[in-house]
């Protein structure tokens, strides 16, 4: 038996009479009745009694035994008693899969208990009540008894140490058992919810391509599971912050080995956080890892340009001017040149389809190019044309640059003479963003998924993503980011992420109606 204690020393208190099932093996008579030892709380002098505290007696059950009803006292504040004529019994809460019933605490008892804080999710009360039932049947006191400290969120594993051992060797078969019944009843439950409320099913997660499956590394053999993807997603995307207020913003978190070395720092990848504008770093680094996917798609057909050189072009040229406003001269690729090695020269002439993401004044788009016909079409989440003239002028700029990018790279202009300055582009009406702020989400997928033979009457038509989904590609950009084979620092990305501890059970905390909090992490 465990001894929980909440003092309200401002309320008086009042005896109120349970009932409680335990096995009839442990049932006693008033002659036999010994009282509960007093707990001793560290730092303090006085013991507990009953007429000064609030009692909850938490036991661990045994399936095995017979259960018998026994009256015991429990002491409330007088304010929160009631009457028997006022009092309804609780329904019996059926667990499915045994033929044992289990009794549900009265709401006013509940309300007077210390419980474990809720987690922040969404998911049906009746999980919370089971998510609930297992902590406590799994719960196994220490051997130096103090103020119970509860923690519900993430922590270091080095945090855990030997009292989770501990725990691990003390929990019965029994418990281990009751917690994965639990967890599976807990599963269903959410999902019956999801399908009560019209929302979307679960949500695929394996997206991941190239860095789905096993990898080995010198620490060992690793599983891309949801929770290492989940576990990835809160390392690279925590921001920590000193005594002196500075961050470790400007930390290189990642090394991309193509055509060179692209390095990501936290900062571009804190801009994956939810209701974030992304930042054109990670447009790029997804680029490039699409370029190197073992695909016909990415092989033959359609090379990604990434848009670093296009975002610094549009820098220097804000309205899509050819002569810069700013530097008084025309544009030229050589005056970028720590962008120009992450070009694939060989692709960018040959693929019949260039993809090229273009960014300017928060918004994103995609350009599809055939290359074969000299056509161009440009796919914007936000709009289904040009919202203004100057973004029209700035579109007859942007496939300028393009041009020029191409004929550097050895291969003909997408128009000759002064007709590049006056290249077209048709936007194609699709289903786009729900939001203001997931512009660049869209456009990566797009890279992916877009079959630019289905363009049709400058329409195209697919079934758009449930606002879930898109939400959940931002923990899997930076997963696939992280966890590439391109990245030099993988193994410390898979280090650092193995080392956070998700709550159980993490089947509940990646349902896409559980929202977890920056503040449910715990550090050293």
């Given amino acids: 038996m465990m001894v929980v204690r909440e003092q309200t020393p401002s309320e008086a208190l009042a005896v109120v009479p349970i009932q409680v099932f335990v096995p009839a093996s442990q049932t006693t008579t008033e002659t036999d009745f010994e009282p509960t030892p007093m707990l001793q709380i560290e730092g303090t002098t006085e013991t507990l009694s009953p007429s000064d505290s609030n009692m909850m007696v938490v036991r661990e059950q045994t399936p095995s035994e017979a259960l018998a009803v026994v009256p015991i006292q429990v ?19 059926q667990i499915e899969g045994t033929t044992e ?29 089971l998510l609930m039932m297992a902590r406590t ?12 400290s509860f923690s519900l969120g993430l922590t270091d594993s080095s945090q855990e140490g030997a009292s989770t051992q501990e725990t691990e060797r003390a929990k019965s078969p029994e418990s281990a058992n009751l917690i994965e019944e639990l967890d599976n009843l807990i599963q269903k439950i959410a999902s019956s919810v999801a399908k009560g409320n019209n929302k979307s099913p679960q949500i695929e997660r394996g997206t991941g391509g190239e860095c789905s499956g096993k ?5 060992g053999l690793y599983q891309i599971t949801d929770d290492m993807k989940q576990k990835c997603y809160i390392w690279g995307t925590r921001l920590k912050e000193d005594a002196d207020g500075n961050t470790n913003e400007y930390e290189e978190m990642c090394t991309l080995i193509g055509q060179g070395e692209y390095i990501l720092m936290r900062m571009h990848l804190v801009s994956l956080q939810a209701k974030s504008d992304i930042e054109s770093q990670i447009v790029s680094a997804i680029c490039l890892i699409l370029n190197q996917k073992n695909e016909k798609r990415f092989q033959e057909q359609i090379y990604c340009l990434p848009p670093d050189i296009v975002s610094m072009a549009l820098s220097d040229h804000p309205k899509g001017e050819f002569v810069s406003s700013k530097t008084k001269k025309k544009f030229r690729v050589e005056a970028y040149p720590s962008f120009i090695p992450f070009i694939d020269r060989k692709k960018l002439t040959l693929h019949p389809y260039i993809f090229a993401p273009v960014c ?44 020029r990018l191409i004929t550097y790279a050895g291969g003909e202009p997408l128009q000759k003479g002064e007709n590049e300055k006056k290249i077209k582009s048709s936007y194609v009406k699709i289903s786009g963003q729900k939001t203001s702020y997931d512009c660049a989400i869209y456009v990566m997928k797009w890279m992916e998924l877009i079959e630019p033979e289905n363009i049709k009457k400058g329409k195209y038509e697919w079934d758009n993503w449930p606002q879930e989904e898109v939400d959940h590609y931002r ?19 898979i280090r650092e992420s193995s080392a956070i501890r998700l709550s159980k059970p993490s089947s509940v905390l990646l349902s896409p109606f559980c929202q977890i909090n920056f503040a449910d992490i715990e550090t050293a």
Wanted: with cysteine; glycine share 4%; net charge positive.
């Fill in 101 to 129: 019933t289990s009794p549900e605490t009265p709401k006013q008892l509940q309300e007077t208990t210390p419980t474990v804080p809720p987690a922040p999710t969404k998911i049906h009360p009746d999980a919370a009540a």
């Fill in 137 to 148: 049947a799994s719960y196994v006191p220490k051997i130096d008894p103090g103020v119970p």
């Fill in 475 to 493: 923990v899997e950009y930076a997963s696939r980011i992280l966890f590439s084979e391109m990245n030099k620092e993988r193994d410390r990305a």
């Fill in 360 to 403: 300017h004044l928060g918004n994103w788009w995609l350009w599809l190019i055939n290359t074969t016909k000299r056509k161009c079409h440009i796919l914007d989440p936000l709009h289904k044309k040009a919202p203004s003239d100057e973004r029209k002028q700035v579109n007859k700029f942007t496939g300028y640059v393009f041009s």
């Fill in 215 to 219: 990898f080995r590394t010198p620490g």
């Fill in 75 to 93: 002491f409330v504040p007088a304010s929160q008693t009631t009457t028997e004529t006022d009092f309804e019994p609780t329904p019996m809460l």
